[in-house]
């Protein structure tokens, strides 16, 4: 099968899922903004016969690929349901229905059930609202800086807390609760504010606004576990913290899943193996 590999070409990031010389199945990413990367790794190695294919920028991709080689298009949500279904299993889990949230540079919301899927929503608060505001606020740019980074710095004196408001009184929810994301940054006047500390902040905000929301499915649906995927999420430790605290605090599961990056590029993968399985037989 290596002559198969899957492609899922994101906003941001172009991922390719393929097998290796050891016929275990393996990724590499490229930057969504240079496709030529990703052809030269493609004629680089020339026993790949076909493609599947999917994500937002495929038709971008194929005006570079040309028709270089068998390439089969696949709708982006039934990839990322396939590649959902794969990692599940490989990472033993036992889910019947789910909320799928895909922290990509947006994000998107699914409901599975079974063995059918329905995009119930999104928020275009994702990856690529981390980086832009990163960028903006701190000069960092660069993903695993951000991610290093704010996994040390404090939210303290940035965010403001339910306690911070409630001071020397019960609260009516809990005190540690986010009031006001960047709250506290006007009621503590003229405080310096570290680029660990904003960038932990920032984070913070992206990820109790998809969590929020996808909770909110997940109690419209009536199901437990909450799925999140997303190349957001890959050795984001810090994010992956924020997200489990708030979900469990509400009363949810969530899930995360090795290779989380890489559900569509799977999908797409998997889909085209299948397809020349069913030809060859
Ligand atoms: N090496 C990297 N370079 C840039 N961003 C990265 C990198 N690794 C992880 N990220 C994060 O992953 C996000 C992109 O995630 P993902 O690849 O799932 O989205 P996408 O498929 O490109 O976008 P979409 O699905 O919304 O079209 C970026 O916005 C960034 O926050
Ligand atoms: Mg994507």
Request: charged share 20%.
């Amino acid at each position: 099968m290596q002559n198969v590999i899957g492609i899922d070409a994101g906003g941001t990031l172009t991922k390719v899922a393929y097998i290796n010389e050891q016929h275990e199945m393996d990724f590499v990413v490229f930057p969504s903004n240079d496709f030529s990367q990703v052809k030269t790794w493609i004629e680089s190695r020339p026993h790949i016969e076909e493609i599947g294919l999917t994500g937002g920028r495929t038709k971008q991709l194929l005006d570079v690929l040309k028709t270089m080689k068998s390439i089969q298009y696949l709708v982006e949500f039934e990839a990322t349901f396939k590649g959902v279904k794969y990692l599940l299993k490989k990472n033993g889990h036992q889910v019947e229905n789910a909320i799928i949230s895909n922290i990509g540079t947006g994000t998107s919301i699914h409901y599975l059930d079974g063995e059918s899927h329905v995009r119930v929503g999104g928020t275009g608060v994702g990856g690529g609202t981390l980086t832009g505001l990163a960028t903006i606020m701190t000069g960092i740019s660069d993903f695993d800086q951000i991610t290093s980074n704010a996994a040390v710095g404090s939210r303290e004196g940035i965010d403001l807390f339910v306690k911070d408001i409630f001071k020397g009184m019960e609260p009516p929810i809990e005190g540690h609760l986010t009031a006001s994301n960047f709250g506290n940054v006007n009621i503590l006047e003229n405080a310096e504010h570290k680029t660990k500390d904003l960038l932990a902040t920032i984070q913070g905000l992206v990820g109790e606004v998809i969590t929020t929301l996808s909770i909110q499915f997940a109690e419209g649906k009536n199901c437990d576990s909450i799925i999140y995927i997303g190349s957001t999420l890959t050795n984001n430790e810090h994010l992956k913290q924020v997200i489990a605290n708030y979900t469990i605090l509400k009363k949810h599961t969530p899930i995360f899943l090795n290779d989380c990056g890489f559900t569509g590029a799977i999908g797409a993968l998997l889909y085209k193996v299948e397809l020349s399985k069913t030809v060859e037989s």
